[in-house]
C-alpha cells in the first residue's frame, strides 16, 4: 500500500514542527499536520511557509488555516518545483 507524508520542517534548524501520515492525500492528513504546527510555532513571528504548486497547497481551507496561523505562503514557479524548498519538503523560513 501507498503511505502520504505531510512534514513541516523549520529550514534553520531541520527540526520536525509537525508530520502525518495517511493512506491518502486528503484534507484530514493536511489538516492535521497544520494543527501539529499551531502548537509549535514559536510567538511574535511571522515565517514563511515554502512548497510546490501541489494541489493540496492551493486549496481554499489550506489557505485559510494558514493565514489564521500568520504564515506567508510561497509557492514555487510553475515546473520548478526546488524553486523555494530544499529537497522539495515543504519548510519554514522565520
Not at 502525518?20 to 509549535?40: A, C, G, R, Y
Not at 494541489?55 to 518545483?81: A, P
Amino acid at each position: 500500500t501507498w503511505a502520504y507524508m505531510s512534514v513541516i520542517l523549520d529550514q534553520a534548524t531541520k527540526e520536525v514542527l509537525a508530520a502525518s501520515v495517511s493512506q491518502s492525500p486528503n484534507k484530514l492528513l493536511i489538516m492535521d499536520t497544520l494543527n501539529q504546527l499551531e502548537d509549535n510555532l514559536p510567538n511574535n513571528f511571522s515565517p514563511i511557509i515554502h512548497s510546490d504548486q501541489g494541489w493540496h497547497y492551493q486549496l481554499e481551507y489550506y489557505r485559510e488555516k494558514i493565514n489564521s496561523l500568520g504564515l506567508i505562503q510561497s509557492i514555487s514557479r510553475k515546473g520548478n518545483c526546488l524553486d523555494n524548498a530544499p529537497n522539495g519538503k515543504l519548510f519554514l523560513s522565520f
